[in-house]
């Protein structure tokens, strides 16, 4: 099997050039920004996590110490590593430690299970993996050692009990073998995107273009020494961890909070303890947090300044709520681990803070509304988003056919969303062109879903469908043509289960149907299919069988 090509992201060099001369690529890496900030801030809490406390200046001696382990390993610099660890100290500890050994991180969720982590790995031509022992019932050293004979991973490390496997605790190294910063224009780690079909793609980011996100993040945002951020979402995602995020208020100098989930019976003692200042929920999680106040009052929150929801659209309706009923200030954010990224701003008017998902960050974001026909729409006419830019990808890793579907000849990526864009310059996030279902804030593929469910021997076929939901904004229905007639709902979802997928690519509901249209010439338009079947299902046609 030939190895994957190392990971590259280019931008044409005129482009490039006026990035840097407009000051958006400074030249910093991610290494540099740890030891700038652990040399300002040496003895200011980084981290907390749990009972743990990281200082700056711990956080820095962990990163070089684990990273030199990493090389000891017989890793080198430039080589891939999946990182699938959930939201404590020891992922910021090693991602921090990749960079510091030029090794670049695959950041995967930990809902990802068996079959998105092989691909990962595969895609990336990783060398090891790093997982927890075991988490919320689920064992993830059994998962990486089918992941590994799958694959060939020449190393598993674990955070906790590693049975065969390597501890995280026993890495160490002489840090003087790290190697020199990598070039700020390099890859410096792999993200995955939401997959419009199939599997995520790997995105990767380079030092320049993803810290110029951070940076003007943090001060659209607000960020300062004496911000306290609650990463409440997994901190592997892109909104997590750059928006403003993790990396925003470490960027900042402030502090960041790792809560082991987003509920608020954890979520909220963390605040009071902590005094944590800002946080960030998709839309379903938000209106979980005003019930949870209203009902348990707002004392624990008192220190709460910001909530930042995306992910998905939040209704103006819900959006009102938010200020009264948390006692903070609302932001929202759309954005994409591709690029863009928008924000209503402290100075906007309420109606556009409640009404927009917010406008673009840099000058340099270059926005364009088409049709199906790739012609611009008149203003104020909704669009398909294209979008290019000093942070926004010219092309996804290893994936040329993806690569033509998703950008123009001249640059611009398709994102796949329907948006209006206000004179302003804000935008109203419409719905999606692709086949997205957007189940609180985790993108699925439904191309992904219906794949796994043809495996299944008692389906002849399947489409999978996005319908809104007043708690996860939208949730899967499958609609599935049965080869054995007994078939069951629940029996379809225990297999998928068994599937080693994410469960929240799990269809929420399943109903037979006996065919799916054709057109004369026996052809289908699945798109058009799924069009038509999200329309029975609110009307509430077909055989449901949860």
């Known amino acids: 099997m030939t190895e994957p090509a190392p990971p590259q992201q280019i931008w044409p060099e005129d482009r490039a050039a006026r990035y840097r001369a407009a000051g958006y690529w400074t030249g910093e890496t991610f290494p540099a920004l740890l030891r700038d900030r652990a040399a300002r801030h040496a003895t200011r809490t980084a981290v907390i996590g749990g009972e743990m406390r990281l200082s700056y200046e711990d956080l820095l001696e962990d990163a070089r110490r684990i990273g030199a382990g990493f090389l000891a390993l017989g890793l080198r610099p430039g080589d891939r590593v999946v990182l699938q660890l959930p939201n404590e100290p020891a992922f910021v500890q090693v991602m921090f430690g990749l960079f510091m050994a030029g090794l670049l991180p695959v950041f995967a969720l930990p809902a990802h299970r068996r079959t998105e982590i092989a691909h990962f790995a595969a895609r990336s031509g990783a060398k090891a993996l790093v997982v927890a022992d075991r988490r919320g019932g689920f064992d993830y050293r059994a998962m990486a050692r089918e992941v590994s004979a799958e694959v060939g ?77 609650l990463a409440a979402l997994p901190a592997a995602h892109n909104f997590t961890l750059s928006s403003p995020g993790v990396l925003g208020a470490l960027h900042a100098g402030g502090t960041v909070v790792l809560a082991p989930d987003p509920n608020p019976q954890t979520a909220f003692p963390l605040i009071a303890r902590h005094g944590v200042t800002m946080s ?111 942070y926004t990808i010219t092309a996804y890793h290893g994936a040329p056919e993806a690569n033509a579907r998703s950008f123009t000849a001249d640059g611009f990526y398709r994102t796949g969303d329907v948006v209006l864009r206000l004179p302003s310059g804000h935008l109203v996030v419409q719905g999606r062109a692709t086949d997205h279902i957007n189940r609180a804030g985790e993108k699925v593929s439904a191309e992904e879903i219906e794949d796994h469910l043809l495996g299944h021997e008692g389906v002849y076929d399947a489409i999978c469908v996005s319908i809104p939901d007043a708690e996860l904004g939208e949730r899967s229905c499958a609609f599935v043509i049965r080869r054995d007639p007994a078939l069951r709902g629940p029996q379809v979802k225990t297999w998928m289960r068994g599937r080693g997928i994410a469960s929240f690519k799990i269809p929420d509901e399943v109903r037979f149907v006996e065919a799916f249209e054709t057109t004369a010439a026996l052809k289908i338009s699945r798109r058009q299919l799924r069009a038509r079947l999200r329309a029975a299902a609110l009307e509430g046609e077909s055989d449901a069988d949860i």
């Open 280 to 390: 960030a929920l998709v839309p379903p999680l938000a209106l979980l947090w005003l019930d949870a106040a209203a009902a348990r009052g707002r004392d624990e929150l008192e220190s709460l300044t910001d909530l930042l929801v995306g992910g998905a659209r939040l209704p103006p309706e819900a959006a009102r709520r938010i200020g009264p009923g948390l006692g903070c200030r609302l932001t929202q954010v759309f954005g994409m681990a591709e690029g863009l990224v928008n924000y209503t701003r402290a100075e906007d008017p309420d109606e556009i803070v409640t009404g927009t998902q917010g406008r673009p960050i840099s000058p340099d974001d270059e926005i364009r509304l088409v049709d199906d026909q790739d012609r611009e729409v008149p203003e104020g006419t909704p669009g398909q988003l294209l979008t290019r830019g000093p």
């Open 153 to 229: 991973l020449a190393h598993v490390v674990v955070a906790g009990e590693a049975e065969e496997f390597v501890p995280l605790g026993s890495l160490s190294g002489d840090p003087g073998l790290l190697p020199p910063d990598p070039e700020p224009s390099s890859v410096a780690f792999l993200q995955i995107s939401g997959g419009s079909t199939g599997l995520s793609k790997l995105i990767p980011r380079t030092h320049d273009d993803y810290l110029y996100s951070v940076r003007e993040s943090a001060t659209i945002c607000g960020l300062t020494e004496a911000s306290v951020y």
